[in-house]
């Protein structure tokens, strides 16, 4: 039975509350994903329209415009997770959600690019949808399926990264760009409607002796713990090697000399191949979780994705990326659920918001510093050679979960259970 059959079950068979946040969640998610990512493909455009006419300077304001968010949400995540443990996750999404369809909203009535920039900036930092939705998904699902829900909800990111690219072109060209804006925000806010009406949590009564964890305690813990140390250093070097590729690929696909009539198309569509597996197999890598080693998996992800991303140096025709960026998807929709998911297992409930809004902040982290670095080996070494790095990078990175990673110590049980040194400034 599919989980959209699930939604709709009788009244004799109630759907688990864990199940129905997590359904709510990844449809919410994936229009949020979906709403992002329909502004990419006309960001340049919509940049010259506001009166940015040279071209070096295009380049430059897009590229700005394009990584406003990430700049505050790398600060703004960790303290947002650490409020939804204080307050409530919950909360906490329904916030994301509606600031970021605020946020795009305002984004539709800009006059320069520079407002453009500075609500790029808001965007990033009154959001954080995807590192509130995780830490809900992590806390409210039974922990022997925690593994299946969190590779489940990457799913959406995957999927909406897919579809929201291949459509906001088409409804750039058919209506402009300014109503885009206005699509997105009026997306974000029914998903914000359903997650008000459907979602539920169960929270700490008032009164109660549950610790509160500032965000340096978060910190504090999370580097003072080896897995968790490990966990972030592996997500960073992965997510970077990944997003080097990200701004010279259609530029690669040119120098393979495809069709210039078909240029674009033949570019989207082999880009998108990779998003496609990384939906089929996110899922499948969450259940393995579940069942099986977490640094089996890990390895085997991570150094599937160095061979895929390694091979595509030694390619002729563009055409025949597909087999390998296919390839590339399926092991790459294996790393950030194992990832978090281990993160998870290994924090305990009252700071798991805080801990893993730390580990969304390392992988926005790994997107600014990865598409600066593509482009830069790429102008001084060759589009080839960036493959040949990002996959070296990831093949190192295998080997450092070979032999620094370290499993939960026994099933059901965490290794953030142990004994933690004490933190006088973590507690309120």
Not at 152 to 169: D, E, H, M, W, Y
Request: with cysteine.
């Amino acid at each position: 039975m599919g989980w959209t059959s699930r939604l709709v079950q009788t009244k004799t068979t109630p759907l688990e509350p864990w199940r129905r946040n997590l359904y709510i969640i990844w449809i919410a998610k994936f229009i949020a994903m979906m709403g992002m990512s329909l502004v990419v493909p006309f960001l340049p455009f919509f940049v010259r329209e506001l009166g940015v006419q040279d071209q070096a300077e295009v380049a430059m304001w897009s590229g700005l415009v394009f990584s406003g968010p990430f700049f505050l949400s790398f600060i703004m995540t960790p303290i947002w997770g650490s409020l939804g443990d204080r307050y409530g996750r919950k909360f906490m999404v329904v916030r994301a959600i509606f600031g970021l369809g605020i946020s795009q909203f305002l984004m539709g009535f800009v006059q320069s690019v520079e407002m453009l920039f500075l609500l790029r900036l808001l965007q990033g930092g009154i959001s954080g949808f995807i590192a509130s939705a995780l830490a809900l998904v992590a806390a409210t699902t039974p922990r022997e399926r925690s593994g299946y829900a969190i590779g489940f909800l990457q799913s959406a990111i995957a999927g909406g990264n897919v579809v929201g690219p291949l459509i906001g072109g088409s409804l750039a060209d058919a209506f402009g760009f300014r109503p885009i804006f206005f699509i997105v925000a009026a997306l974000c806010t029914v998903a914000g409607v359903f997650i008000v009406m459907f979602v539920t949590e169960d929270r700490v009564p008032k009164g109660s002796r549950e610790p509160r964890h500032s965000v340096i305690g978060n910190y504090r813990f999370s580097f003072q713990s080896k897995p968790i140390r490990v966990s972030l250093a592996i997500i960073f070097l992965s997510q970077v090697a990944m997003y080097m590729i990200q701004p010279i690929f259609a530029l690669y696909v040119e120098y393979l000399e495809t069709d210039p009539k078909y240029l674009a198309t033949i570019a989207g569509a082999t880009f998108s191949v990779a998003g496609l597996f990384m939906v089929i197999s996110s899922p499948w890598w969450g259940r393995r979780n579940d069942e099986k080693s977490y640094k089996k998996n890990l390895t085997i992800a991570i150094g599937g994705a160095a061979a895929a991303y390694a091979s595509q140096a030694l390619v002729t025709s563009a055409y025949q990326l597909i087999i390998l960026r296919a390839l590339q998807g399926f092991c790459m929709g294996g790393i950030l659920p194992t990832l978090f998911s281990f993160v998870s297992k290994n924090t305990e409930l009252a700071r798991r918001g805080g801990v893993m809004g730390i580990a969304s902040s390392f992988q926005l982290l790994a997107n600014m510093v990865g598409p600066t670095s593509g482009g830069y080996i790429a102008a001084h070494l060759g589009l080839r050679e960036n493959f040949i790095v990002t996959g070296g990078i990831l093949a190192a990175t295998a080997l450092i979960v070979r032999r620094t990673f370290e499993d939960v110590s026994e099933p059901g049980v965490s290794l953030a259970s142990e004994p933690a040194p004490v933190d006088p400034i973590s507690h309120e």
